[in-house]
Structures are given as C-alpha cells and as structure tokens.
C-alpha cells in the first residue's frame, strides 16, 4: 500500500490540554441509560455514529465489524422477545449468586421494554473472518479489540450528539444473527438501544474511580 504524508495541524499543549478536558467533562457527564424516550432520532444520526466507529484502529485494517440498525417495530419486537426470553433464564438460571449481587446496585431485571421504546438498535457484530467474492476465507485479526474500540467510539459519537444508549448483552446472543440473517462469520457482540433518554429517566448513583485507582506510573 503506498504511504502518503500525515500532516494534523499542530495543537500546542496548552490548547491541547483544554480540549482533553473539554472532551473529558463531556464524557463525565454521559451515563448508560435504560429509560427512553420514543421520539425519533433521524436516520442521518446513526449513520454518523456508525462512520464514526467505523474509524477505530483495527487489526490489520480489516475493520472486522458489522453494525446492524433497526427501526422496524416488528423487528424490535421480536428482539425484546427473544432477548428477554434469555435473559429470564440467565437471571432465574445460569447466573451466578455473586453476579446477581454484583448486578444489584444497578436495579437490572430480565425485562427489557426499553427495546421497543427506542426509536433504533443497532447491533454490533465482530466478523471473525471474512470471505472472499471466490469463498476463500480471509483471516481477521484482534476481532474483541477491533470491535471493543469501535463500540468505545459509536457510545461517544451518540452521546456527543445527545443521544443515550446502553451496552446491552443478552446472553447467548445467537438469536441476533438468525434475527437478522447474518452470516456465520458474524457473532453479534453488543446491542445497543439508542434514543433521547425519557425526560424522567434516572441512573443508578455511581461514582467513577479516581485516577490513583485506574493508573500506575513509572516517571524514572
Ligand atoms: N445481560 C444482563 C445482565 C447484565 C450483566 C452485566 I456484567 C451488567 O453490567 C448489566 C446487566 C442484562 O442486560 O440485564
């Protein structure tokens, strides 16, 4: 592949060191929503946020995700059918004591109704591999890092477009793909209910980790 020259404009430390924690207060301030509003969110949105994700790093550039959006009601429908169908038996079975406890301060049940709120899903799935126009298998490499950064700049591009979403992950999440006639090289990773957060909606009252607590550092 021919190189070309990357000239960014150069942004002094001060001015940069602004902007991060302009970037920073605005991250701060967004938090995973499960309460809804129905009102639409234009087409134009999503499209943004998935080109946006789709400009993360990824292994050998192989951009190995697909993202999915919905906004059919019959669709949405049969998701929160199917998800909740799972995660009833995840809460009620396959869950462990300690996972539940875990889950506890965030008040989360197996009944998801906020996926027929939501005016979007989009659901994102790690292509493993892909397959050539002749059927060769081609290798796909750090599929979960690829496609956990992407999801880390799709969550920032709603948010900075005032939008509310949730990593959802209803588990097992084969449903996804034969909901939404995907191929076998595709496994849905997160889903994600996208819309304005309801005007009543609350969150739980978490507090982040300091810095002390998330970092180590090595100054010589
Ligand atoms: N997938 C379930 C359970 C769940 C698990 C974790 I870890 C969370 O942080 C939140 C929920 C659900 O969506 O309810």
């Known amino acids: 592949m021919a190189h070309i020259p990357y000239r960014p404009a150069p942004v002094p430390a ?7 924690e302009a970037l920073l207060a605005d991250l701060d301030g967004r938090r995973s929503v499960r309460m809804f509003s129905d009102a639409p969110v234009p087409r134009a949105m999503i499209e943004t946020a998935i080109r946006t994700a789709s400009t ?7 951009q190995p995700w697909t993202f999915a959006a919905i906004s059919d009601p019959a669709l949405k429908r049969r998701i929160r059918v199917e998800a909740e169908r799972e995660e009833r038996k995840s809460y009620e079975e396959r869950m462990s004591r300690e ?7 965030l008040g989360t049940t197996w009944e998801k109704p906020y996926l027929e709120v939501v005016p979007w899903i989009v659901v994102l799935f790690a292509q493993l591999h892909a397959v050539d126009p002749q059927g060769e298998r081609v ?3 750090y599929v979960q890092e690829s496609c956990g950064i992407a999801a880390g700049m799709f969550i920032t ?15 097992p999440m084969t449903f996804l793909r034969l909901a939404l006639d995907r191929p076998p090289n595709e496994k849905a990773m997160i889903l994600f209910p996208i819309g304005y957060p309801a005007a009543d ?13 998330v970092s180590v550092w090595f100054t010589g």
């Open 14 to 20: 001060e001015e940069g060191l602004r902007r991060g």
């Open 99 to 105: 996972w539940k406890d875990a889950l506890e301060p």
């Open 157 to 171: 591009s709603l948010h900075t477009m005032g939008l509310a979403t949730l990593t959802h992950t209803p588990s």
């Open 139 to 141: 290798r796909h490499y």
């Open 201 to 213: 909606a609350t969150v739980p009252d978490l507090v982040r980790k300091p810095l002390e607590d």
């Open 56 to 62: 993360a790093p990824s292994g050998a550039h192989k």
